[in-house]
C-alpha cells in the first residue's frame, strides 16, 4: 500500500501548479493567512490544487482535481495589513485520496507519486533538445531577464521530467495542457508534450510577429 500523507492545500480555481515552477502567490484569506502562519513554523510545505468543477456540489464546494502538487516555500514578505506574498517552488506531484478536513483551513491526503523511467532515450535526447531551443526563441525577446529561467532549464538537461515540468510550468499557460502534464508520469511522454507545445508557441509567436510586421509595412 502507497503511503500517504496530509498536506495543507490551497484550491484555486483554473491554477495548476507543477513540480520546478516558482509560483507567486499573495496570501490573504483569513483561513489561509492561519495556514501560512502555522506553515512557515513547520515544514513550509503545502499544495495547490486546481478546483474540479465537474465535482462541485452544495455539500462539496471546493472539490480538488485528482493530482495535486506539493510546494515549498521559498520567498516570503508579510506586509503591515497582515496580507503576504509568497513564492513557492513545486516539489512533486501526488494523487488525491480524500480531502481530510476544510476548517480552520482545508487539508488533504494524498499519496506521492513516482515518474516512470525513460525507455526512449534516443527519443528523449531529441525532445530535450527541441525544449530547450524552443524555450530560448520563446524568451528570447526578455533579453537579460531569461537568463536566470535559462539556466535553470539548462540545469535540468539529463532529467527529462523535472525539465518538462519546469518548462511547461513557466512557458505554458492553457489549464488543461498543463493538468494532462500534471496527471502523465510517463517523462518519456511529458517531454515529447513539452517539445510539441513549445514548438507551436514558437510558430504562433512567429506568426504572430510577422503580422504585426505586416500591419506596420501596410500604414507606411
Known sequence: MVPTVVVPVMTL?????????????????PRYRKML???????????ISQLDEDSLSPDNDEPPCPF?????IVG?????????HIVLEGLRRARVIKVKRKTPYPQLEIAPVVDEASTDLAGCTRDIARVLAFAENIVGELGEEAAPLMQRLRGLANQPGALADAAAGHLVAEADTRRALLECLSQDQRIKAVADELSRLDAQRKLDEQGGDEEARGMN
Do not use: W, Y
Open 13 to 29: 480555481g483554473n491554477c495548476v501548479f507543477l513540480p520546478q515552477q516558482l509560483l507567486p502567490l499573495r496570501i490573504f484569506e
Open 68 to 72: 495535486t502538487c506539493v510546494g515549498r
Open 37 to 47: 502562519k502555522e506553515t512557515l513554523a513547520g515544514s513550509r510545505m503545502f499544495a
Open 76 to 84: 516570503h514578505v508579510e506586509l503591515e495589513d497582515g496580507t503576504s
